[in-house]
């Protein structure tokens, strides 16, 4: 028989492994902070940058303070979500202290994976709503197509010089053409012939400079998407660094936030 009044001291380690409500509230917080300090750092890189020669930042300048401001955004949001989540997580009785600095970490995990779910998700939403506007809005400049990479190339080569000779067809012709060229990695020899045919009928130039301007438009083409895929890959693989830091912060907060949970004195 217990004494009266003795406190009955429940075994919960088995129980209670994730405080869900503290891992939401965490990674929504986390999300909000993370698009507020992107918005933040998108304005201060516009500003930065001007249309007039030698004024502004350059862009190399600009693409640097990018990456570490993309750093700092996933360091500052993390770390609040899982501090938050740390604190406001249930408090285990009776359960071993690495036990509980296991579950500390792996609720900050969680905060930095749910949150970066939901981002995505509406970076997602957002990207389609604006990629939808645009392709409303090609529709209605372009007769029903949309502004493709290729199509200034496509008017390189055929450009001649009297303005306004060149109609729209051959222009989405060469287009397709230059994109299948730059998928394979060569123009095929009949795309080639086709298009230096094409381009001396249009342009009014000799069949032997319309293939000069053939290769030299297809090796701009070629430098231009090999410049893009590039500039992908690296910003692709800052993002990767900067999620991994920011997935760190996120746990090693919510150990800080869960450590002074359990030490809070219950008045």
Same mark, same amino acid.
């Given at each position: 028989?217990?004494? *009266?009044?003795?406190?009955?001291?429940?075994?919960?380690?088995?129980?209670?492994?994730?405080?869900?409500?503290?891992?939401?509230?965490?990674?929504?917080?986390?999300?909000? #902070?993370?698009?507020?300090?992107?918005?933040?750092?998108?304005?201060?890189?516009?500003?930065?940058?001007?249309?007039?020669?030698?004024?502004?930042?350059?862009? !190399?300048?600009?693409?640097?303070?990018?990456?570490?401001? #993309?750093?700092?955004?996933?360091?500052?949001?993390?770390? *609040?979500?899982?501090? #938050?989540?740390?604190?406001?997580?249930?408090?285990?009785?009776?359960?071993?202290?690495?036990?509980?600095?296991?579950?500390?970490?792996?609720?900050?995990?969680?905060?930095?994976?749910?949150?970066?779910?939901?981002?995505?998700?509406?970076?997602?939403?957002?990207?389609?709503?604006?990629?939808?506007? @645009?392709?409303?809005?090609?529709?209605?400049?372009?007769?029903?197509?949309?502004?493709?990479?290729?199509?200034?190339?496509?008017?390189?080569? #055929?450009?001649? @010089?009297?303005?306004?000779?060149?109609?729209? !067809?051959?222009?989405?012709?060469?287009?397709?053409?230059?994109?299948?060229?730059? @998928?394979?990695?060569?123009?095929?020899?009949?795309?080639?012939?086709?298009?230096?045919?094409?381009?001396?009928?249009?342009?009014?130039?000799?069949?032997?400079?319309?293939?000069? @301007?053939?290769?030299?438009?297809?090796?701009?083409?070629?430098?231009?998407?090999?410049?893009?895929?590039?500039?992908?890959?690296? !910003?692709?693989?800052?993002?990767?660094?900067?999620?991994?830091?920011?997935?760190?912060?996120?746990?090693?907060?919510?150990?800080?936030?869960?450590?002074?949970?359990?030490?809070?004195?219950?008045?």
């Amino acid at each position: 028989m217990m004494e *009266m009044g003795q406190a009955v001291i429940a075994d919960d380690s088995n129980v209670h492994g994730v405080s869900w409500p503290a891992v939401i509230a965490g990674a929504f917080v986390t999300a909000a #902070l993370s698009l507020i300090l992107l918005a933040l750092g998108a304005g201060i890189g516009l500003s930065a940058i001007s249309p007039w020669e030698n004024s502004g930042a350059s862009t !190399s300048a600009v693409g640097a303070g990018a990456i570490v401001w #993309l750093v700092l955004v996933q360091l500052v949001a993390c770390s *609040m979500g899982g501090y #938050l989540a740390g604190r406001l997580r249930t408090k285990w009785i009776r359960v071993h202290t690495h036990e509980v600095y296991f579950r500390d970490t792996a609720h900050g995990f969680l905060v930095w994976a749910v949150s970066v779910v939901v981002a995505a998700a509406f970076l997602a939403s957002a990207a389609a709503s604006m990629i939808g506007k @645009r392709h409303e809005a090609g529709s209605a400049n372009q007769s029903g197509g949309t502004i493709s990479p290729n199509q200034y190339f496509a008017d390189e080569l #055929l450009r001649s @010089r009297s303005p306004g000779s060149n109609d729209a !067809s051959a222009r989405s012709e060469v287009d397709l053409i230059l994109a299948n060229a730059l @998928r394979q990695g060569t123009v095929p020899p009949a795309d080639r012939s086709y298009l230096v045919d094409l381009t001396a009928a249009k342009t009014g130039i000799s069949e032997a400079d319309a293939d000069k @301007r053939v290769s030299n438009v297809f090796a701009q083409a070629q430098q231009a998407a090999d410049q893009a895929r590039k500039a992908v890959a690296h !910003s692709l693989y800052w993002t990767f660094l900067a999620l991994l830091v920011g997935a760190f912060c996120a746990s090693f907060a919510a150990t800080i936030g869960g450590r002074q949970r359990d030490h809070v004195i219950v008045i």
